[in-house]
Nanobody, 124 residues
Framework: QVQLVESGGGLVQAGDSLRLACATSGRTFSSCAMAWFRQAPGKEREFVAAIRPSDDSKDYADSVKGRFTISGDNARNTVYLQMNSLKAEDTAVYYC?????????????????WGQGTQVTVSS
């Protein structure tokens, strides 16, 4: 049984930084692709970033490129999202997701496993 547990959300001011973590269990970390998505009130869930831990391939949404960094720790079976220069429009519930075909996908439906989400609020 695959489990994903996010942590690290909170309330910050515009320009601040936060680091989210997603701890995984249940399957081999190196055999997956993992992604972060976010969903703001009244909006659809949108892709933020993805990583394939086996070769460190990464993909980013244009809206976060240059500000957010996704990384993986194979020893801890954990993926991180370092968020710098946060803006009010980054406010959302952030979810991590996993799939085990190791494709870097941007569509939520491609990911069968999800965490419970963590709230990030950026005040302007």
């Amino acid at each position: 049984q695959v489990q994903l547990v996010e942590s690290g959300g909170g309330l910050v001011q515009a320009g601040d930084s936060l680091r989210l973590a997603c701890a995984t269990s249940g399957r081999t970390f190196s055999s997956c692709a993992m992604a972060w998505f976010r969903q703001a009130p009244g909006k659809e869930r949108e892709f933020v970033a993805a990583i394939r831990p086996s070769d460190d391939s990464k993909d980013y949404a244009d809206s976060v490129k240059g500000r957010f960094t996704i990384s993986g720790d194979n020893a801890r079976n954990t993926v991180y999202l370092q968020m710098n220069s946060l803006k009010a429009e980054d406010t959302a519930v952030y979810y991590c997701a996993a799939e085990y075909r190791r494709f870097l996908r941007r569509t939520p439906g491609e990911y069968p496993y999800w965490g419970q989400g963590t709230q990030v609020t950026v005040s302007s």
